[in-house]
């Protein structure tokens, strides 16, 4: 259908949080979802690969090496966000490579200090990469994470994309109409 096919809409770069994660036990059980129970590799910002289910509990004692993250929820304290789940996606089947090579670069462009990890599922029409990524950097400084960085991370992964050959937008859904 030639609208689909010229329709910006169809090549939109999306990001979407997924889960905000508060203790190590619940980081844990989204690694073992992510990456379907152990079976498909972990992936970090460093471009190290952790394939199996030794190599990636090995992964998530490295990831929390700081022990930011606490072990489980305290009921006398507020709990504070500590891993942030992305869901990075494309319409369509987009090679995984590129679409990874793009994530991660998306994630260092903007936050260079933040540990980051992440599983490639292939169980949809859609490319889509999952990506943990923590809140607290390795300088100890918190990011607080506002809808309009959201918008600037999908830019900034639309533009990788774009720059790896895969055609990607990130058009807002609402304009600002001015009174005329």
Do not use: Q, W
């Given at each position: 259908d030639f609208n689909k096919m010229n329709n910006i809409r169809s090549n939109?770069?999306?990001i979407k949080i997924n889960k905000k994660i508060k203790c190590l036990i619940d980081f844990k059980k989204n690694i073992k979802y992510i990456t379907r129970d152990y079976q498909?590799?972990?992936?970090?910002?460093?471009?190290?690969?952790?394939?199996?289910?030794?190599?990636?509990k090995y992964y998530i004692e490295?990831?929390?090496?700081?022990?930011?993250?606490?072990?489980?929820?305290?009921?006398?304290?507020?709990?504070?966000?500590?891993?942030?789940?992305?869901?990075?996606?494309?319409?369509?089947?987009?090679?995984?490579?590129?679409?990874?090579?793009?994530?991660?670069?998306?994630?260092k462009e903007k936050y260079p200090n933040?540990?980051?990890?992440?599983?490639?599922?292939?169980?949809?029409?859609?490319?889509?990469?999952?990506c943990n990524f923590k809140i607290q950097d390795i300088n100890i400084n918190r990011i607080d994470f506002k809808f309009k960085d959201r918008y600037e991370l999908r830019e900034i992964f639309a533009k990788n994309l774009n720059d790896l050959g895969i055609?990607?937008?990130a058009t807002r859904k609402y304009k600002d109409e001015s009174i005329v």
């Open positions: 939109e770069a999306v498909l590799p972990l992936y970090d910002d460093e471009g190290n690969i952790y394939e199996g289910k030794e190599e990636i490295l990831y929390n090496i700081d022990c930011v993250i606490p072990g489980y929820l305290h009921s006398r304290r507020k709990e504070r966000n500590e891993v942030f789940n992305f869901i990075f996606s494309m319409k369509g089947k987009i090679d995984y490579s590129i679409m990874l090579e793009a994530v991660i670069k998306t994630i933040n540990p980051a990890c992440f599983s490639l599922p292939n169980d949809t029409e859609h490319t889509y990469i999952y055609e990607a937008y």
